[in-house]
């Protein structure tokens, strides 16, 4: 894994999860690279973890960022989503006459870290995308944590909104190889 772009989020607070975060990967192999890069840039803080490269490894990236997480603070609360099913919760809120957000802000309130994998199968999607840039608006708002998977450089997903791809580029990606 290699650390290719760092970008700071000055809006963080130094006392914020993240610090619990970084230290859940101490024995994480896969990830010892952006413990490397976040220990050289430890006076900058961020919300936002972008991991992109192939859906096979994101993915065994994320079980592992998990499972270290999970074990370490047994009492935290994570919320872990494919970004498709946003789309499929949406369509069933509206099969429903159900309106409002995908996840509410008491649901998103009580977690402590939100995992969103596969943010490259809703782009171009806008419907989706606007209930993406709220929960991500939000979450970052209250200085909650979050890591998000994709398939390429945030910057080479041209049909992902604008907004959003600011959003995301205002943390740090990571190409996992």
């Known amino acids: 894994m290699v650390c290719d772009d760092l970008m700071v989020n000055f809006e963080s607070v130094r006392d914020h999860a993240w610090q619990s975060y970084v230290s859940t990967i101490d024995e994480s192999l896969p990830l010892k690279m952006v413990q490397k890069e976040l220990i050289e840039h430890k006076s900058e803080i961020?919300?936002?973890?972008?991991?992109?490269?192939?859906?096979?490894?994101?993915?065994?990236?994320?079980?592992?960022?998990?499972?270290?997480?999970?074990?370490?603070?047994?009492?935290?609360?994570v919320i872990r989503m494919k970004a498709r099913d946003?789309?499929?919760?949406?369509?069933?809120?509206?099969?429903?006459?159900?309106?409002?957000?995908?996840?509410?802000?008491?649901?998103?309130?009580?977690?402590?870290?939100?995992v969103l994998e596969f943010l490259d199968t809703v782009a171009g999607y806008l419907a989706t995308e606007e209930h993406l840039y709220g929960m991500l608006d939000w979450l970052l708002e209250h200085h909650i944590q979050i890591v998000i998977t994709g398939n390429m450089r945030i910057a080479d997903m041209k049909k992902l909104?604008?907004?959003?791809?600011?959003?995301?580029?205002?943390?740090?990606?990571?190409?996992v190889r």
């Open 86 to 114: 946003i789309t499929t919760i949406m369509c069933e809120k509206i099969i429903h006459n159900i309106f409002g957000p995908i996840l509410t802000e008491h649901e998103l309130s009580r977690c402590d870290l939100f």
């Open 46 to 77: 961020y919300d936002l973890v972008y991991f992109y490269g192939r859906p096979k490894d994101t993915s065994l990236v994320i079980d592992e960022l998990m499972h270290n997480y999970k074990e370490r603070y047994p009492g935290k609360r």
């Open 161 to 175: 909104a604008p907004r959003i791809r600011a959003q995301i580029d205002g943390g740090i990606s990571c190409l």
